[in-house]
C-alpha cells in the first residue's frame, strides 16, 4: 500500500519540519534556477579589459565559444537516497502517534514525513557545504561523476582573486589583537585586486572575533587621529545562526560584514575557519531536472527536489526516494576573493 497519497502535500509537510539556516544561499546566490535536463548550461561573464589568469575548466566541462562568451555545460551534484517502508513501520512502532500540524495523521504516514524529512535534512547540509566550498576554494572536489571517475567542479575564477596569508610577506600577519594585525587593510587590499567590486564579506563567528579584536578596529567616534572604522551590529538575535556583524568603513571601501556560525553534525564549521570570502550577491544556485518514472517511462521534472515512492515485486521493494540536484554556479569569477589567514 502506498504512504504518499499526493506528492506536492507530501514535498509540503516535509518543508515544514526541517529547519536549516540557509541565509547564505539566500544572500549571495538569490537568483535560483530550475532545469529539465540534467546538465545544467550558463555562461562565463567576459569583462573587457586586459587578460588574467583563471582557473582551468579542463577535465570538469564541456566549454565552447558563443557570441564571445565562454558557454560552460556541466552535471549538477547528484544527491539521491532513500528510506525503506520497513523502517518506517519500526519508526511508527517504536514512537507511536502523535499530533502533527492542525490535526492528526496516522503514525505510519508520519514516520515516513518524518523519515524524508531526515533525508530532506542531510541534502540540505550538503547543499550548504558545497556552497561555502565553492566560495572559498572556487571548486567542489568530487562534484560529480563521469566514466573516468570523479571530477571535480572548477568554476571560472581568476587566479589571483586568491591568497593565503601566512605570515610570510611583509603586511601578511594572522589576525590577532597584535598592532601588526591588519585585517582591514589585508580586506581593503582584496577589494582592489577585484575588477568586480564586492558589497560584502563572509567569515565564521571564530574568524570574526578575531578581527574585531585587531587593534587596527576603530569603534569610538570623533577620534580625530584615528577616526572610527567599524560600526558594530548591536540587533544581532543572539540565536541566529547566519547573520550581520557590522560594517566596515576603512580607506574609501565600505563593506557589510556576515557572519556564519552553523556547525556540520561533526562539529565542524559550514564556513571554515580563517577564511574570509569578499563577494556580492551575483552567484545562481541552478538545481539539474530530477529523474522520477510515470507512466512506465522515465523523465525528469523541473523542481529543486522531490520524494517519488518506489514498489516493485520483483525484487520486492519498497522505498521512498528523495533525489535533488544542486549546484552553485560562480558565472562571474571575477566578482569573488578568497582569502586564507593561517595561524
Do not use: C
Not at 530550475?34 to 570538469?60: M, Q, R, W
Not at 500540524?101 to 550548504?128: F, P, Q
Not at 560529480?144 to 581568476?158: C, H, M, R, S
Amino acid at each position: 500500500m502506498a504512504l504518499i497519497k499526493d506528492r506536492k502535500d507530501f514535498v509540503r509537510g516535509v518543508s515544514v519540519i526541517v529547519e536549516i539556516d540557509m541565509g547564505i544561499q539566500a544572500l549571495a546566490f538569490p537568483s535560483v534556477k530550475l532545469h529539465k535536463t540534467k546538465t545544467i548550461e550558463y555562461d562565463v561573464a567576459v569583462i573587457e579589459g586586459t587578460t588574467v589568469a583563471y582557473n582551468s575548466f579542463a577535465k570538469t566541462s564541456n566549454t565552447t565559444i558563443k557570441d564571445g562568451k565562454s558557454i560552460v555545460t556541466i552535471s549538477a551534484v547528484n544527491l539521491n537516497d532513500s528510506i525503506s517502508k520497513d523502517a518506517i513501520e519500526a519508526d511508527a512502532i517504536k514512537f507511536g502517534q502523535n499530533e502533527y500540524g492542525e490535526g492528526e495523521i496516522d503514525a505510519e504516514t508520519e514516520s515516513a514525513l518524518n523519515g524524508v524529512g531526515r533525508l530532506r535534512l542531510n541534502h540540505l547540509a550538503t547543499s550548504k557545504a558545497i556552497i561555502y566550498e565553492s566560495i572559498t576554494t572556487h571548486q567542489i572536489k568530487d562534484g560529480y561523476e563521469t566514466v573516468n571517475g570523479l571530477q571535480d567542479i572548477v568554476f571560472a575564477v581568476p587566479s589571483s582573486n586568491k591568497i593565503v596569508f601566512d605570515g610570510s610577506t611583509e603586511g601578511q600577519k594572522y589576525w590577532s589583537s597584535s598592532t601588526d594585525s591588519k585585517p582591514f587593510d589585508n580586506i581593503v587590499a582584496g577589494y582592489n585586486q577585484m575588477r568586480v567590486k564586492p558589497s560584502f564579506a563572509i567569515m565564521n563567528d571564530v574568524t570574526f572575533g578575531r578581527m574585531v579584536a585587531s587593534a587596527q578596529i576603530v569603534g569610538t567616534q570623533f577620534n580625530q587621529s584615528k577616526p572610527q572604522n567599524w560600526y558594530l551590529n548591536t540587533d544581532i538575535n543572539p540565536t541566529a545562526q547566519f547573520y550581520r556583524g557590522g560594517r566596515m568603513v576603512h580607506n574609501g571601501v565600505v563593506l557589510d560584514i556576515y557572519v556564519e556560525r552553523q556547525r556540520k553534525a561533526d562539529g565542524n564549521p559550514y564556513m571554515p575557519t580563517e577564511y574570509v570570502v569578499l563577494s556580492s550577491p551575483i552567484g545562481e544556485m541552478n538545481f539539474g531536472g530530477i529523474p522520477i518514472v510515470d507512466n512506465g517511462g522515465i523523465r525528469n521534472i523541473v523542481a529543486e527536489w522531490d520524494v517519488q515512492e518506489v514498489i516493485t515485486f520483483n525484487p520486492p521493494l519498497h522505498e521512498l526516494v528523495v533525489r535533488t540536484a544542486p549546484l552553485p554556479t560562480l558565472k562571474n569569477g571575477e566578482g569573488y576573493y578568497s582569502m586564507r589567514i593561517e595561524s
